[in-house]
């Protein structure tokens, strides 16, 4: 009878070739398994997330919030045929801070262009609290999507400054919101967690917006930071900021609006954009001086902001200058 034998150096290598294969396939399962246990945990996290999120949005888009893209009012698709379509830019005078979404000066200039024109018009709010002229490009670029007919500008107050001519672009509120910048996506929650904490700190959430109204903005301390001494300096920062803004926009084939707050006294920044730009076809410029009266409660509650009343107001004057504008074009 034949007996074969395996030698045991063979049996080794065998085993051990085995062994090393079972410890592949065991490390492959396992790396697997953490991959799905980790995705399943992503999504859960950002499910959560989410639905916290549109929690918050459903609470905050009437009286302060914005919306998925980041801006304040209805989500603005495609434009409808014989449609127009405007941007608002500006502070918190033209993001309505204390009113609602429904009563802000962007939602009655809707209005009100809609009935003079006999057309559908949409005035997206793209306006927020502390803004100034230096925040305005990046803006535009970054809701170029839009493909806005015109450009409102409401002149704010907090271009006339020295903390604005010097301000760091970087402190715009939409350039320290990467997530949107990126994704297109606003999250709310962050918002509705502040407002909380301002309740908390300052008793209501507009005693809160308020302080933050008051805080300067944050200045670039770079050496190439320009050194602004004199209200001289202001002024042409100021002149040389709104003046290249418009004159982009009008090089664009879009309209533009500037609009001179109520509560202003005189402005030579303002007087000299309008009669540099007065002799364009598409170049607007309104009043609102002597139009809304800041010490009138029923047209602005604080001397600074419109009313309900006042929105409407100031929209009508708006919408009267630009649909002559139009009907003349």
């Not at 109204?213 to 709104?242: G, K």
Request: hydrophobic letters at 40%; glycine letters at 8%.
């Amino acid at each position: 009878m034949r007996v074969e034998t395996v030698s045991p150096s063979g049996a080794t290598s065998e085993g051990h070739t085995c062994a090393v294969a079972l410890r592949r396939r065991a490390s492959a399962w396992s790396l697997v398994r953490d991959l799905l246990l980790f995705a399943v945990a992503l999504l859960l996290t950002l499910g959560a997330f989410f639905t916290a999120d549109q929690w918050a949005r459903g609470r905050q888009l009437d009286s302060a919030g914005l919306n998925v893209r980041g801006y304040r009012g209805a989500l603005l698709g495609a434009k409808q045929p014989n449609a127009l379509r405007y941007v608002l830019l500006g502070d918190s005078v033209a993001f309505g801070y204390g009113v609602r979404e429904t009563e802000t000066l962007s939602t009655r200039l809707g209005e009100s262009l809609t009935r003079l024109l006999n057309r559908p018009v949409n005035v997206a709010n793209l306006a927020f609290n502390g803004e100034s002229a230096v925040c305005y490009p990046s803006t535009l670029d970054l809701y170029a999507g839009l493909e806005p007919d015109g450009v409102v500008i409401y002149a704010a107050r907090t271009d006339s400054t020295t903390e604005a001519a010097v301000r760091d672009p970087a402190t715009c509120a939409r350039n320290q919101a990467p997530l949107s910048r990126w994704t297109g996506y606003q999250p709310a929650l962050p918002q509705a967690i502040r407002e909380k904490y301002f309740q908390l700190r300052y008793g209501t959430i507009d005693a809160g917006y308020a302080e933050q109204e008051r805080r300067v903005p944050r200045i670039d301390s770079s050496q190439s930071a320009p050194r602004i001494a004199t209200s001289l300096e202001v002024e042409a920062v100021y002149r040389a900021r709104l003046g290249d803004l418009i004159s982009a926009q009008l090089l664009r084939g879009r309209q533009v609006v500037l609009v001179r707050g109520f509560q202003r006294d005189e402005e030579p920044v303002i007087d000299s954009i309008r009669e540099r730009f007065q002799e364009s076809s598409a170049f607007v410029y309104v009043d609102l001086r002597g139009q809304i009266d800041p010490s009138d409660p029923a047209e602005s509650f604080d001397g600074v902001h419109l009313t309900a009343f006042g929105s409407a107001k100031a929209a009508g004057v708006i919408a009267s200058s630009l649909s002559a504008m139009l009907a003349g074009a």
